[in-house]
């Protein structure tokens, strides 16, 4: 265990955060609101995303993320709306690939 982790253990062991809890708003899941989840991949495709990533610069997990969320805009219909920050990151994406 790490002093950081030390540290923090012993803070919260020692302060009440009952007030803070008691005024805590629940928080509906949807957009923007990131949760995490384990899955298991083959140790040479994990390498090779790895590659991927450091070449465009980013954690192998924001690739990771940018690929499901591509392969899930290509199954939506033409009724879906896509936020504009979407549509810029990709932009922005495909002029790295291909500048100029």
């Known amino acids: 265990m790490t002093e950081s982790v030390r540290r923090l253990r012993r803070h919260y062991d020692r302060t009440d955060t009952s007030a803070e809890l008691a005024s805590a708003e629940p928080v509906e899941p949807g957009e923007g ?5 384990t899955i ?3 140790q040479t495709t994990l390498d ?3 590659a991927v990533a450091d070449e465009e ?3 192998v ?4 993320r ?3 969320e591509q392969r899930l805009a290509e199954r939506v219909d033409d009724r879906t709306v896509v ?4 549509l810029r990151r990709l932009i922005a994406r495909a002029a790295r690939r291909h500048p100029g």
């Open 57 to 59: 610069g980013v954690k």
């Open 33 to 37: 609101r990131m949760v995490g989840i």
């Open 48 to 50: 090779a995303a790895r």
């Open 61 to 64: 997990t924001a690739l990771l």
């Open 40 to 42: 298991r991949l083959p």
């Open 83 to 86: 936020p504009v920050a979407d």
């Open 66 to 68: 940018a690929w499901v």
